[in-house]
């Protein structure tokens, strides 16, 4: 007697590889995308958190003199001369939470929730460094920017900067955006900036910087890292 599968009684071998083939090719055209869609998400996250922390310094000095909180003085309300998590501290207000001094791309970071966790252990809560050199009345210095700079220099000095396409200073590293970071400037504004050669690599907005200084000799910038 001959055995008759029944109508709509379940999958042939075929069908069924058919299915898996047709699911794994859907899946390699789908995953990378959606990798890159969270990526990319990640990144703007970081850019608005620029943005928003560059502002609230800017608020910040509105109401101190115009000058930033390193350029005052501790009994003026400032921090001139106290560790980066006091210079994110004395605007906290302005600021509001800390967990926007955290970029969710960065692995070896971790949102503070509350002040007092960021200032007990900001190199476990901060992901941006600042420039001590910016100043309020020079909109296109830069401000913050993420902490992944290639070599992590303290300062940056005006002849080391260079530009070229095959040897850029200075560049970001791959461990947080993948070659590339963000910045934010004194006035406020937040940019993507990138190693590939173009008018937005890291080395160009230096340049820059150092270019709109002239009539002040700025010769170097100064960084601080959340360490």
């Given at each position: 007697?001959?055995?008759?599968?029944?109508?709509?009684?379940?999958?042939?071998?075929?069908?069924?590889?058919?299915?898996?083939?047709?699911?794994?090719?859907?899946?390699?055209?789908?995953?990378?995308?959606?990798?890159?869609?969270?990526?990319?998400?990640?990144?703007?996250?970081?850019?608005?958190?620029?943005?928003?922390?560059?502002?609230?310094?800017?608020?910040?000095?509105?109401?101190?003199?115009?000058?930033?909180?390193w350029m005052v003085a501790p009994k003026d309300g400032?921090?001139?001369?106290?560790?980066?998590?006091?210079?994110?501290?004395?605007?906290?207000?302005?600021?509001?939470?800390?967990?926007?001094?955290?970029?969710?791309?960065?692995?070896?970071?971790?949102?503070?929730?509350?002040?007092?966790?960021?200032?007990?252990?900001?190199?476990?809560?901060?992901?941006?460094?600042?420039?001590?050199?910016?100043?309020?009345?020079?909109?296109?210095?830069?401000?913050?920017?993420?902490?992944?700079?290639?070599?992590?220099?303290?300062?940056?000095?005006?002849?080391?900067?260079?530009?070229?396409?095959?040897?850029?200073?200075?560049?970001?590293?791959?461990?947080?955006?993948?070659?590339?970071?963000?910045?934010?400037?004194?006035?406020?504004?937040?940019?993507?900036?990138?190693?590939?050669?173009?008018?937005?690599?890291?080395?160009?907005?230096?340049?820059?910087?150092?270019?709109?200084?002239?009539?002040?000799?700025?010769?170097?910038?100064?960084?601080?890292?959340?360490?």
């Amino acid at each position: 007697m001959k055995m008759r599968r029944k109508n709509g009684s379940g999958f042939t071998l075929i069908e069924l590889l058919v299915v898996i083939f047709t699911v794994v090719i859907i899946a390699a055209f789908v995953i990378p995308a959606l990798l890159a869609a969270k990526g990319y998400a990640r990144r703007i996250s970081c850019t608005n958190n620029l943005k928003h922390i560059s502002l609230s310094f800017r608020i910040w000095a509105n109401d101190n003199g115009d000058d930033f909180p390193w350029m005052v003085a501790p009994k003026d309300g400032g921090a001139k001369g106290l560790g980066i998590e006091k210079q994110f501290l004395v605007a906290s207000k302005e600021i509001g939470t800390p967990k926007v001094c955290f970029c969710p791309s960065d692995s070896k970071r971790k949102p503070a929730l509350d002040w007092d966790v960021f200032v007990s252990n900001v190199t476990k809560n901060l992901s941006y460094f600042y420039s001590p050199d910016a100043i309020n009345d020079k909109p296109k210095m830069i401000l913050m920017g993420d902490r992944n700079i290639d070599g992590r220099p303290k300062t940056v000095s005006k002849s080391e900067v260079r530009t070229s396409t095959n040897d850029l200073y200075p560049k970001w590293d791959k461990t947080i955006h993948k070659y590339s970071g963000n910045i934010s400037l004194g006035d406020g504004s937040a940019l993507q900036t990138i190693n590939k050669f173009s008018d937005f690599t890291l080395a160009r907005q230096f340049d820059a910087e150092f270019q709109s200084m002239q009539t002040n000799n700025l010769t170097t910038i100064r960084i601080v890292y959340p360490e």
